[in-house]
């Protein structure tokens, strides 16, 4: 069985039986972080683009921790000139088996300039293949029709920004959820900063009353079990 527990922002927590995966760790500065940095722990990071609220904390909970970060490699490569000594570098449309599972970088619309202006590369989502589960974490994007390839895959669980702004609004992101055709959806990316407050239940509402999607809607801290 799998946990996961949502950090605010789009910030996941996924437990397996054999590791702990943390994703886009934004902690330190965020407004509705449950946990602080150095209260959290993982095996391995997964930095979906180089903007400072998804880069987040990776640099100082992986030299604490030893967590080896999967990112592009424009990313993992800038990383490594930040001490950071456990990198592993995809690239969009690759994917790697780990003795844990599999991760797949699939593509986003968005950007990915690091936090001192250094070139980020493309900025991505994940798909994650877990002990039989299959998780999208679209991470920061626009919405995209290729979005239905990925559903075929089969996702059992969907993880959406909704917090329109700088990614998918609630109308896109249940065109999304209309895509997809996962079985459980997690709403994420809102609520963080003013400019991307969205009411998540009435999202929820929108999805359940269009789709079979199962919508769970989260506070920070709160977990779900796949």
């Known amino acids: 069985m799998l946990k996961l527990t949502w950090y605010s922002?789009?910030?996941i927590l996924v437990e397996t039986s054999q590791t702990r995966i943390l994703v886009d760790p934004f902690l330190s500065g965020n407004p509705l972080a449950p946990v602080r940095e150095d209260e959290v722990a993982a095996e391995v990071i997964l930095v979906s683009h180089g903007h400072g609220d998804h880069l987040g904390d990776t640099v100082s909970i992986s030299k604490r921790t030893g967590a080896t970060v999967i990112s592009n490699f424009e990313i993992a490569n800038w990383l490594l000139d930040q001490g950071v000594e456990n990198v592993h570098p995809q690239h969009i449309g690759g994917g790697f088996d780990y003795p844990w599972g599999r991760v797949k970088l699939t593509i986003a619309h968005h950007g990915s300039a690091l936090p001192d202006g250094s070139y980020g590369g493309n900025p991505c989502g994940f798909l994650l293949y877990l002990e039989g589960k299959k998780i999208y974490h679209a991470c920061d994007t626009g919405l995209f029709y290729d979005m239905k390839l990925i559903g075929e895959e089969g996702i059992d669980l969907a993880i959406l920004p909704i917090g329109d702004n700088f990614t998918m609004g609630p109308v896109d992101a249940?065109?999304?959820?209309?895509?997809?055709?996962p079985a459980k959806v997690l709403p994420i990316h809102?609520?963080?900063?003013?400019?991307?407050?969205?009411?998540?239940?009435?999202?929820?509402?929108?999805v359940e009353k269009d789709t079979d999607a199962q919508v769970s809607v989260l506070e920070p801290g709160q977990s779900i079990e796949l």
């Open 9 to 11: 922002h789009a910030c």
């Open 174 to 181: 249940l065109r999304a959820v209309k895509l997809i055709e």
């Open 190 to 206: 809102y609520n963080t900063f003013d400019v991307i407050a969205q009411d998540p239940e009435d999202w929820k509402n929108m």
